[in-house]
């Protein structure tokens, strides 16, 4: 029965798509969705976008302040090390909220489940009808995937919460400190390299590059274009090194 089911079913599609009678009916199709790298995609670009720039705008306020090139790697170091734990406690602390909602609302959920069935059955069939479903095949699927997982299904489409999209405290925390240390490294690597005469200069425009190659970079990975992200992350960067040297250069030749 299973078998004959599938085989209406596929004849029911070649009938609305004519065209798919000529295509590859043999050949597996299959898809592949980035939205199950949000949960640390997010936590790892703005770890990474954080340690560069909080970074690289120390060392270039310090830097203006015209103080000492061992000044300006003890300040840089001491930012990577305080920044990649104030992100690992942030992000954990903020998911952690995020996750406790969650759970909150899956157990009043769970809770509405077991009291009144039949109104959250109509209220996932409504949900259908509003999609665009016909009424009778909303309350046949509601009744299915009831059946077969009723949190699971009010989950998704009452609570918009999906295992791809879930709150995940530990793994925000560890993508965002371990990309905020990394990212804060490229500068601090930059300030120790460079000669002290432009020592602010080379650690600003190696710190813009590397933003830019890091949109690009998260672009790529979240299947996005890359030019908006570029644009937008060496924009904010070279904002904030700007602001931050001028204030050093201010402070340091008042000082």
Not at 35 to 64: E, H, K, Y
């Given at each position: 029965m299973r078998q004959q089911r599938i085989l209406r079913a596929q004849h029911a599609s070649m009938a609305f798509f004519p065209a798919a009678k000529e295509a590859d009916m043999r050949t597996s199709h299959s898809e592949i969705?980035?939205?199950?790298?949000?949960?640390?995609?997010?936590?790892?670009?703005?770890?990474?976008?954080?340690?560069?720039?909080?970074?690289?705008?120390?060392?270039?306020?310090?830097?203006?302040?015209?103080?000492?090139?061992?000044?300006?790697?003890?300040?840089?170091?001491?930012?990577?090390?305080?920044?990649?734990m104030s992100m690992a406690a942030g992000e954990?602390?903020?998911?952690?909220?995020?996750?406790?909602?969650?759970?909150?609302?899956?157990?009043?959920?769970?809770?509405?489940?077991?009291?009144?069935?039949?109104?959250?059955?109509?209220?996932?069939?409504?949900?259908?009808?509003?999609?665009?479903?016909?009424?009778?095949?909303?309350?046949?699927?509601?009744?299915?995937?009831?059946?077969?997982?009723?949190?699971?299904?009010?989950?998704?489409?009452?609570?918009g919460l999906t295992e791809q999209i879930a709150a995940n405290p530990i793994q925000a925390a560890i993508a965002s400190a371990s990309t905020f240390a990394a990212g804060a490294a490229i500068p601090l690597a930059l300030a120790a390299l460079a000669p002290p005469t432009v020592l602010g200069f080379v650690v600003a425009a190696g710190s813009l590059v590397s933003l830019a190659c890091l949109g690009a970079l998260g672009a790529w990975i979240g299947g996005a274009e890359a030019l908006k992200p570029v644009l937008r992350v060496t924009f904010w960067g070279a904002f904030a090194m700007g602001a931050t040297a001028a204030i050093g250069?201010?402070?340091?030749?008042?000082?």
């Open positions: 969705h980035l939205v199950r790298r949000i949960g640390w995609l997010r936590a790892a670009v703005l770890g990474a976008n954080d340690g560069i720039i909080s970074t690289a705008s120390l060392v270039a306020g310090v830097a203006a302040a015209s103080t000492g090139p061992n000044d300006v790697l003890i300040a840089g170091a001491a930012g990577l090390l305080a920044g990649a954990y602390v903020s998911v952690s909220s995020q996750a406790d909602t969650e759970s909150a609302d899956l157990a009043r959920e769970t809770q509405e489940l077991a009291l009144q069935p039949a109104a959250e059955l109509e209220e996932l069939t409504q949900i259908y009808i509003a999609r665009g479903v016909a009424p009778d095949v909303a309350r046949q699927v509601s009744i299915q995937l009831t059946a077969k997982d009723a949190l699971g299904a009010h989950a998704r489409e009452e609570l250069a201010l402070v340091g030749h008042r000082i």
